[in-house]
């Protein structure tokens, strides 16, 4: 339906509601806000932003979102040039919308859950959630993708009528999936939640190749020895010529890229051809539809071996990571030595949660400077 709205102005602006919008424009199989089970306080429909829409600028505008910007993946303190979650996380949601776009999926939904998968993520990248997983093993253990809930329904505050951002099922369902995966035995996530788990780990891949490379931690000769890189390199060389430095490293990186998502929007078209899924439900109870072909599959292992291998146990991370993960032990201990330190909201929910789930979830707030200057102040 058309709706026409008086401007500041007092002109008249005609716009498309997002419902007529997704059904001239979506996919059979691709999930509408029409069809969305809601939140769990209901509101009232928004004249122009869809629920998906809401649930995005929710995220976006959270503070757990704007941490990412000072959270590491791998590369910690390394340099200013290797990636934080914040630009992993756009890197993605760019990524995945494109394919959502080639698809007919519900853009606003990829791009809501892509916003948050993850938030959850504690300071000192994984070796931080290593430590936390080991420091709360009495007390439901540590996952960075369960925190995200925990961080979007219980400690972000937008309402005075509840706790957490009030989004939709189907977000949080997406979060959910990355979880337990072993709960998907039967029926599959969305597919737009499919899109962005698939299109985290090309990007994962390509980027800490490229950090890796652009810090020196592996060089050209070694990375020519994986398949999937040494093809992507070759197709640059082909369109290209010989290139060197800087301009190869983008341009191989860019290729490497280019190979994942069109392997994965081919395998996507020739799944969706062949069971002709006809609404998101019967998308559900189809193997993977957006995903990489088995041929994809097996060089990409081999990058994540390499990667394994030449980097995460190159002794310069090592060096860091012991660093921040006796930084983060030491914290923990504490912490529950002296609970009078957790500050802000995580304070009011010891008596629920306990102090040891308190402190870990606490921690898990940090951003690494922040993580720092706690550790300086308080426990060096």
Not at 139 to 146: D, L
Not at 180 to 205: C, G, H, N, W
Not at 231 to 255: A, D, P
Not at 317 to 332: K, V
Request: aromatic residues 10%; proline residues 3%.
């Amino acid at each position: 339906m058309m709706r026409r709205e008086e401007t500041a102005e007092g002109t008249m602006h005609t716009f498309m509601h997002y419902n007529e919008r997704e059904e001239r424009l979506l996919a059979p199989y691709a999930l509408r806000s029409k069809h969305s089970r809601g939140r769990e306080f209901a509101e009232a429909e928004h004249t122009y932003r869809s629920p998906f829409q809401r649930d995005r600028d929710r995220i976006i505008h959270s503070s757990a979102f704007r941490r990412l910007a000072d959270k590491t993946q791998v590369f910690m303190n390394v340099s200013d040039y290797h990636r934080t979650r914040l630009t992993h996380t756009i890197e993605v949601v760019t990524i995945a919308r494109t394919i959502g776009r080639t698809l007919g999926l519900n853009e606003e939904l990829i791009e809501a859950l892509g916003h948050l998968h993850d938030i959850g993520h504690p300071p000192f990248g994984h070796s931080g959630e290593d430590v936390l997983k080991e420091c709360m093993v009495d007390c439901g253990g540590f996952s960075h993708n369960a925190f995200g809930l925990v961080l979007v329904k219980n400690l972000e505050v937008r309402s005075p009528y509840y706790e957490g951002l009030n989004l939709t099922y189907e977000v949080l369902e997406g979060q959910h999936t990355r979880v337990d995966k072993r709960q998907m035995t039967f029926l599959r996530p969305l597919l737009e939640a499919q899109t962005v788990e698939t299109v985290d780990s090309i990007t994962y891949d390509a980027h800490d190749t490229d950090d890796a490379w652009k810090l020196g931690l592996v060089s050209f000769e070694e990375l020519m020895e994986i398949p999937l890189f040494a093809q992507s390199t070759e197709r640059v060389y082909q369109r290209f010529g010989e290139q060197t430095g800087r301009r190869l490293r983008k341009l191989v990186i860019r290729q490497l890229i280019d190979f994942q998502v069109t392997d994965v929007l081919e395998t996507a078209m020739d799944r969706l051809a062949k069971w002709s899924p006809g609404s998101p439900e019967e998308a559900e109870m189809c193997e993977p539809i957006i995903t990489v072909s088995d041929d994809l599959r097996t060089r990409k292992t081999q990058l994540e071996q390499f990667l394994f291998h030449h980097v995460y146990r190159h002794p310069d991370i090592i060096e860091f990571r012991d660093r921040g993960q006796d930084q983060l032990r030491r914290m923990f201990a504490g912490y529950l030595r002296r609970p009078e330190l957790i500050r802000g909201k995580l304070s009011e929910w010891v008596d629920i949660w306990g102090l040891p789930r308190t402190v870990g979830y606490y921690i898990a707030t940090m951003t690494d400077s922040y993580c720092q200057r706690e550790f300086d102040a308080h426990f060096r």
